[in-house]
């Protein structure tokens, strides 16, 4: 990308000059569903807002998602999900953000977390959704726009950045975005609003990704926060899920890479860059580095009294989730594999990455209302590519920064 076009230099001409050539990077089949993102929705909600109150029906929220991932990366299973959801949940939920929004404009936050009430709705898509509320404030958590507002960081790799889509990164993205749009209206007496910026980044990328062959395609933190689709077709398999003792099947390629990477920690030590695992989630180096020295504490006795006290826990905390979830289990018939299911069904629910599902989510499902169908969680009701998605999912969540499962 051209210096004058970075977030820093950037004039109000350029960004009119990229607005211009945005239609040509929208296909024609997507036209109409561009047409409802950008004016029939926010008017509609303008019209409901001097009416009373305003929010969104269920087909304006499956409408804009659709938008969402034709125009972006396209994850069937997040469709699915959000439409889950029954339209008096959409309507209440989608008012209260609104109402929470409108009575504090610098409170997007608040509104932000309240929309990821929603099944399958996390931090991007809920931006998407309080953005057309406000299109001339609320940015759109969308890849390129945060891969173009922090193009010029220090440790940026550009437009194959790795986004997590947390809400961390997207107060970044508003901070940074807010700072462009007073700079350009400054110098322009214009307005600019979110939107634009939105669609000039939308422009950039575009423009840099097609200039260049594409990357190899990387899962990407969304996909376990949002709606968790299968993974890609073209990979290795490692074959029954729990495979008899004589057969000593092979691990999977990635279990392998997983132990390469957590001896590349240790080779970096605490002071040394990132390391992510397969799944792009960053590695916890103060964690590995500790867990994996040759030290074996001086007092056994107490060293085995605190495992013993740490596995009395677990145990109880085992039975908690089985309570929590309405299962009708004994704890002799628990396996690894069905907690794994477990947790893969709370990080789906509430929209959050597997690694980052502790016991307090697992309350925090059942706060909020949420269930279990008859047979969901049994292994035999479990698609062989779901059970094997699960497993890469639990492959060393312990290991990842932030991680609930130590």
Not at 109 to 133: E, H, N
Not at 352 to 375: N, Q, T
Request: charged letters at 35%; one cysteine or more.
């Amino acid at each position: 990308m051209k210096s004058t076009d970075g977030a820093a230099h950037i004039s109000y001409s350029n960004l009119e000059k990229h607005l211009r050539s945005y239609e040509s990077h929208v296909p024609p089949n997507l036209q109409d569903l561009e047409s409802l993102r950008l004016n029939d929705t926010p008017e509609t909600l303008a019209q409901r807002k001097k009416n009373g109150k305003a929010f969104l029906e269920k087909k304006e929220v499956t409408s804009l998602v659709e938008w969402k991932l034709k125009h972006g990366t396209y994850r069937p299973n997040l469709a699915k999900l959000v439409a889950s959801n029954t339209a008096k949940e959409i309507r209440e939920t989608t008012k209260s953000a609104f109402a929470i929004y409108e009575a504090d404009n610098d409170d997007y936050f608040k509104a932000i977390t309240a929309l990821t009430k929603l099944k399958g709705i996390g931090p991007a898509t809920a931006s998407l959704l309080l953005s057309t509320y406000d299109p001339v404030q609320v940015p759109f958590f969308s890849d390129e726009l945060y891969r173009y507002l922090h193009f010029e960081d220090a440790k940026s790799k550009g437009w194959d950045r790795k986004i997590n889509y947390t809400m961390k990164e997207y107060k970044e993205l508003f901070s940074k975005l807010q700072t462009l749009r007073s700079r350009l209206e400054k110098e322009s007496k214009q307005q600019v609003s979110a939107i634009d910026i939105e669609k000039m980044a939308y422009v950039l990328g575009k423009e840099a990704t097609s200039s260049t062959d594409p990357p190899p395609k990387k899962r990407d933190a969304e996909d376990d926060q949002e709606a968790l689709p299968p993974p890609p077709a073209k990979r290795r398999k490692s074959g029954n899920e729990v495979a008899p003792p004589s057969s000593k099947p092979k691990n999977p390629s990635w279990i392998a890479t997983d132990i390469r990477r957590v001896e590349q920690v240790r080779r970096k030590g605490l002071s040394g860059p990132p390391t992510y695992d397969t799944l792009g989630y960053e590695l916890d180096k103060a964690y590995i580095i500790k867990k994996t020295s040759n030290r074996m504490p001086s007092a056994r006795s107490a060293w085995g009294e605190k495992a013993m006290r740490k596995f009395a826990e677990e145990r109880r905390n085992t039975m908690r989730k089985v309570e929590i979830l309405g299962l009708n289990k004994h704890e002799n018939n628990i396996s690894p594999f069905d907690e794994f299911v477990w947790c893969a069904k709370v990080a789906r629910d509430l929209g959050i990455a597997y690694h980052l599902v502790g016991m307090e989510e697992f309350e925090e499902w059942k706060r909020r209302g949420f269930s279990v169908k008859e047979g969901e969680l049994e292994r035999e009701n479990i698609p062989e590519e779901e059970r094997e998605r699960i497993s890469r999912l639990a492959s060393g969540s312990a290991l990842r920064k932030g991680s609930k499962h130590r």
